[in-house]
């Protein structure tokens, strides 16, 4: 059975790796991830704001809140405040030293500038990729959604322009045009694309007047968003696509790659479930193939996707409306 793919250019024995998160905060979590067989590992995301020691906004500081995914059982990691640049630096080279597999560091920020020279540091302490988390809060009025846009794009050329290690971008699923922006970013240069940034639960308490922030874990319910984001863009981009959310089960990954996906990112599913599941999911992948009598991944890569289909827009139309009957 041939799992193997490859994504950023860099050749994988099979599609599950590692996403962004707390998971890579702990060098002994970290092998027992490669011992359990984790193509590779995404750190968690150092944030514009820490590097260039402006206040954070607490909207930009979502992912890093330590206590906020209070059900992740007890594989969750002890909480780790966020990591400043240099520990950061440290961090990722203490990582690279303790595994054998492709480690990719991760940067969240939205305007082109300075901050992005800290790229190359990245690439100069180890990391094998980067992946560029662009969340943009997109609440200043003044701004345009093709400004936003344009803005993203610089950072990718930006960035690309100074790096020899590949570099994928993650993207937020709320975007006008989401094609023609993955489009651009595509002719930017981006090695990859990573669908789709999932948001911190906001609520209000009205009592205590205070904003409650929550970052539930997710499962297999929040993958058809993803799906549907692959399944537009397989075989129209040249950048690898990877999937994030909801990504549980062998299942999921078959899906996943059908809807055209290279690789696929854990982060919810090894939080509750430990390093170990990812043996499971990949026995899963297994069994499912032999009984359906495929032999290979690259092989069923993109056979779902809308590139197979005549009229991709007609389609969904036609569903949307059929959806509604
Ligand atoms: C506790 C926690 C921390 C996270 N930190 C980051 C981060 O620093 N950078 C990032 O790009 N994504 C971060 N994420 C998002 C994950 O990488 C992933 O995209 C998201 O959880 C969806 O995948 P899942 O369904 O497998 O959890 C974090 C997720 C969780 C649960």
Do not use: C
């Amino acid at each position: 059975m041939d799992l193997s793919t490859t994504y950023l250019g860099l050749r994988l024995p099979h599609p599950l790796i590692v996403g962004a998160g707390p998971l890579g905060d702990d060098l002994d979590r970290v092998r027992a991830l490669e011992d359990a067989g984790a193509a590779m590992l995404v750190l968690r995301s150092l944030y514009e704001e820490e590097i260039t020691g402006e206040q954070m906004d607490a909207l930009m500081f979502e992912e890093s809140h330590a206590d906020s995914f209070p059900e992740a059982g007890s594989f969750a990691p002890e909480p780790t405040m966020a990591l400043g640049p240099e520990e950061y630096l440290e961090h990722l080279r203490r990582v690279k030293a303790a595994v054998r597999i492709p480690v990719i560091a991760s940067l969240n920020g939205v305007t082109p500038g300075g901050w992005l020279s800290y790229a190359r540091l990245l690439e100069e302490a180890g990391a094998d990729g980067l992946e560029l988390h662009l969340y943009h809060a997109a609440s200043d009025m003044t701004m345009s959604a093709a400004d936003v846009e344009r803005q993203s794009v610089d950072v990718v050329r930006e960035v690309k322009r100074s790096l020899r290690i590949p570099v994928a971008v993650k993207l937020a699923p709320l975007l006008t045009a989401f094609a023609h922006f993955a489009r651009q970013l595509d002719d930017a240069g981006a090695n990859g694309l990573v669908l789709f940034t999932r948001f911190h639960r906001i609520d209000l308490d009205v009592a205590e007047l205070e904003v409650i922030r929550t970052l539930p874990l997710s499962d297999s319910s929040e993958l058809p968003l993803r799906l549907r984001g692959t399944a537009a863009l397989a075989g129209r981009v040249k950048a690898s696509l990877a999937v994030t959310g909801g990504v549980h089960a062998g299942i999921d990954v078959i899906k996943a790659t059908m809807a055209g996906a290279h690789a696929t990112q854990l982060v919810s599913a090894l939080l509750r479930q430990g390093p170990e599941h990812l043996r499971t999911v990949r026995r899963e992948i297994e069994e499912w193939m032999q009984e359906h009598e495929w032999t290979s991944l690259n092989e069923m890569r993109g056979n779902m996707s809308l590139q197979r289909i005549p009229d991709p827009a007609a389609y969904e139309r036609a569903n949307f409306r059929m959806a509604l009957r």
